[in-house]
């Protein structure tokens, strides 16, 4: 078989490298929490920290997994590095548990590349600290601030700026062209990272991490699902509340109305059926099947109300609580109204 070589110094052949290690953990989700993988790349030595699940972990499995790991390895070419040092740990514990190594031929790099590529920084809380969520989310956070904030000031982008704000001044539809045709590639783009993204494999994985947390503390795992879901359930009913209609006190009703300034308000209707819900839904120019199918069934027709027109037809729906009468003309709801016997809604 073919020698890999890796550059690790390269951010595409480094990230590689985690995923294939992560991948490896993963098989053995009994022995290790392969989320909590880490590299750290400091003066020729690639170091690799494991956390173990247990600290009275099979020994036969352990050593099957160093064992694949040093296959791995002699697989590999990688530029720069002089040891390979791996080391288990048990969660909460600062001092590994196992802790292995060997030397490997190096390799020099092709040119020269910056000192401080992947080096991990000074200012970088120690390991037991990033080994939480909320630590590992801010250093994230701070990073992507940082990032941000350096695009910002670079000054390739302020260049681009004034560039692109001459362009719009001296051409604006040549402008709006080439931002709709922008936007168009990156929305190719995007559609193609959808199709081409391994769903599967990160749905496993995903699926993976989930059973592996839940066999280190259920119940930890549990009330965690169980807030998430509420928070999830909580934004779900906020937006269906903010993409939907607006809504009346039905209460508030006067027990008979009659509207010819039908406004355009749209309110939700309910289920079919003759009802305060379903009149306060009903709005100016509808037809005559969107009514029925509103109110749940067919309308009589009264007459002619000739207060609105010689064509204009009054149909009207009765049940044991209210009369509703609705005219159309032209076969186009024009004036609703509706008489409420009881006070139940």
Request: glycine share 6%; charged share 20%; with cysteine.
């Amino acid at each position: 078989m073919k020698a890999v070589r890796l550059n690790l110094e390269d951010r595409q052949a480094w990230q590689k490298l985690q995923h294939v290690l992560t991948s490896l953990a993963s098989d053995y989700m009994d022995l290790v929490a392969a989320e909590q993988t880490e590299l750290k790349f400091e003066q020729q030595v690639l170091s690799i920290a494991f956390t173990l699940i247990t600290s009275d972990a099979n020994r036969d499995r352990l050593n099957e997994f160093t064992q694949n790991i040093d296959r791995y390895f002699n697989r590999l070419q990688l530029v720069g590095v002089r040891r390979i040092e791996w080391e288990f740990y048990v969660i909460g514990e600062a001092v590994p548990l196992l802790a292995q190594g060997r030397d490997i031929p190096f390799i020099a790099a092709p040119k020269p590349l910056p000192s401080n590529a992947l080096v991990r920084d000074s200012r970088q809380p120690s390991r037991n600290a990033q080994s939480s969520p909320l630590a590992r989310g801010k250093f994230k956070a701070g990073n992507l601030v940082r990032r941000f904030r350096g695009w910002l000031v670079s000054p390739k982008t302020i260049q681009a700026a004034r560039t692109a704000s001459r362009l719009t001044i001296r051409d604006p539809k040549g402008a709006l062209a080439a931002i709709g045709t922008s936007a168009i590639a990156k929305f190719n783009d995007t559609i193609q990272w959808v199709d081409t993204f391994p769903w599967e494999t990160w749905t496993k994985e995903k699926a993976q991490q989930i059973k592996r947390r839940h066999q280190r503390n259920l119940v930890r795992a549990v009330i965690e699902d169980v807030l998430i879901l509420g928070v999830m359930l909580i934004a779900l009913y906020w937006l269906t509340e903010v993409l939907s209609g607006p809504s009346i006190n039905l209460a508030l009703m006067p027990k008979q109305h009659h509207d010819t300034n039908i406004t355009n308000v749209q309110y939700r209707c309910g289920n079919p059926a003759i009802s305060l819900k379903n009149y306060i839904c009903l709005g100016r120019g509808m037809s005559y099947d969107q009514v029925a199918s509103i109110l749940g069934s067919e309308g009589k027709p009264l007459g002619i109300d000739h207060n609105v027109g010689d064509r204009a037809v009054i149909v009207s729906w009765s049940s044991g609580e209210m009369n509703m009468n609705v005219t159309f003309l032209d076969d186009k709801l024009v004036s609703r109204a509706y008489r409420q016997f009881t006070a139940s809604k």
